[in-house]
C-alpha cells in the first residue's frame, strides 16, 4: 500500500499562483505514473494532468495548458502542481494519484486524500 499526501492547496486571489505537492510514502516512486485530478462541488472528478515516471513526457487538460505545470522529483518521492494565473473555475479539491508504469491502463491504483483549493474574485 502506498500512501499519497497532498498539501500546497488554500485560498488565492484569481491571478495568484499555488504550488501543490505530492509526497508519497514508497521509495520506489519511479515506478509510478503521476496524476492530478480535481473535483468541484456538484461535479464529477476531472483530469487535470499527468507525467510519466520518469518524467519524459506529460499530458495536461485543455483548460490548465499554458498555466498549469506537473513535475516530480522522484529522488525526494514527491510530485507538484504548480499552477498560475488561477481562475474561480479552478476552485476544487485537488487529488494526486499514482499507477503503475507500464501497466497498459489510464486506471489509478493510489489516491490522496486531497487538498483544497479556492479561487477567489
Known amino acids: 500500500q502506498v500512501q499519497l499526501v497532498e498539501s500546497g492547496g488554500g485560498l488565492v486571489q484569481g491571478g495568484g499562483s499555488l504550488r501543490l505537492s505530492c509526497a508519497a510514502s514508497t521509495r520506489t516512486f519511479g515506478a509510478y505514473d503521476m496524476g492530478w485530478f480535481r473535483q468541484a462541488p456538484g461535479k464529477e472528478r476531472e483530469f487535470v494532468a499527468a507525467i510519466n515516471w520518469s518524467g519524459g513526457r506529460t499530458s495536461y487538460a485543455d483548460f490548465v495548458k499554458g498555466r498549469f505545470t506537473i513535475s516530480r522529483v522522484n529522488s525526494k518521492n514527491t510530485g507538484y502542481l504548480q499552477m498560475n494565473m488561477l481562475k474561480p473555475e479552478d476552485t476544487a479539491v485537488y487529488y494526486c494519484?499514482?499507477?503503475?508504469?507500464?501497466?497498459?491502463?489510464?486506471?489509478?491504483?493510489?489516491w490522496g486524500q486531497g487538498t483544497q483549493v479556492t479561487v477567489s474574485t
Open positions: 494519484a499514482l499507477k503503475v508504469a507500464g501497466s497498459g491502463t489510464y486506471a489509478y491504483d493510489y
